[in-house]
């Protein structure tokens, strides 16, 4: 599992995780509260997105970002939504850098659903 050192993002317009082994994962606040999986984002039965990308304010921010047990962090956003978990697997290997995103076209690393 990859564990961060550091999270730079409240109230900017990128959340950045600096991982342990060196690499940084840098995401868009908007695009992060976007790929939100909660239960109010996604239906949990079919898969369906329930959140429509235009209601999202291109402002929009993390106020809180919390550790989530030794695997995920929890962020409150500046829209009010506060049930969004992202887990350090799914951050990591959907990494939006040029490296990762060439590592995932060869296949070398896991590629999430
Ligand atoms: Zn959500
Ligand atoms: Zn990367």
Redesign the pocket.
């Known amino acids: 599992m990859p564990m961060p050192d550091e999270i730079v993002g409240l109230l900017r317009s990128k959340i950045t995780l600096k991982w342990a082994d060196g ?3 840098a995401y868009r606040a908007r695009d992060l509260r976007l790929a939100c999986r909660c239960a109010a984002c996604i239906e949990e039965t079919s898969g369906r997105p329930l959140l429509d990308p235009a209601t999202i304010s291109e402002n929009v921010r993390a106020k809180k970002i919390e550790l989530c047990g030794q695997y995920a962090i929890a962020i409150e956003w500046t829209d009010g939504h506060t049930t969004g978990i992202f887990n350090f697997r799914d951050l ?1 290997g959907n ?7 060439a590592e995932r076209a060869a296949g070398r690393a896991p590629r999430s659903p």
């Open positions: 690499h940084e994962t990591r990494c939006p850098c040029d490296l990762c995103i």
